[in-house]
């Protein structure tokens, strides 16, 4: 009973763990779309001070990638998670990776923007950039990044529901067989069932 209220105890701390990079890396999406869109709102309106801030608050993205990537090396380190919940973690640290990278090609359209807001504007106002960069902030959207993440919650529950599923069916074997199979491949268990069966079967009747 001990073991059993401390494995529920891990268990849950690891889902709190979870749950507070999930809520970081949202954060991180939706502050990395930010940056983009003023980035292209910088260049498109001339906006040389909005240009500048969007550069020098890059430094943001980059603490906040640290920050979670901090988190899921305490995790790996002190949980010791499965292997769903490992490619959860990995997942995690590989989506951090890119959105930083696209925080760091904002600042670079941020600093352009600025320079070029010292300059006449052409005739179209950039406006094929800021359709382009419409397309390409609706990619970035912080909706997507939740979808993934919550795609990512919904594979690992559908595992754990199997390894529930699992159980309870070597609860069932032991209950009317009396075997324990926790520790038997599945190719065992069924020689082992199909010899009780056949050997219940070929049993002759008892004499009267």
Known sequence: METADLSH??????????????GKVLGMGGFVEQQLQKAITALVEGDSSLGERVATDDYQVNNMEVAID???????????????????????IKTITDLERIGDEAEKVGYIASRLATMERPADKYREIKHLGRVVSDMVHARTIRRALDV?????????????????SEYVIYMVHGKDI???SL??????????????TASPPASA
């Open 70 to 92: 901090d988190e899921c090396c305490r995790i790996l380190a002190t949980r010791a998670p499965t292997a769903g919940d490992l490619r959860v973690i990995v997942a995690i």
């Open 187 to 200: 190719d065992d268990v069924e020689r082992e069932l199909r010899g009780a069966t056949d050997g219940a």
């Open 182 to 184: 926790r520790h038997t």
């Open 9 to 22: 105890h891990i268990s849950r701390r690891f889902n709190e763990d979870l749950e507070r990079v999930r």
């Open 152 to 168: 990512m919650w919904v594979v690992r529950a559908l595992e754990r529901i199997g390894d529930h599923a699992k159980n309870i």
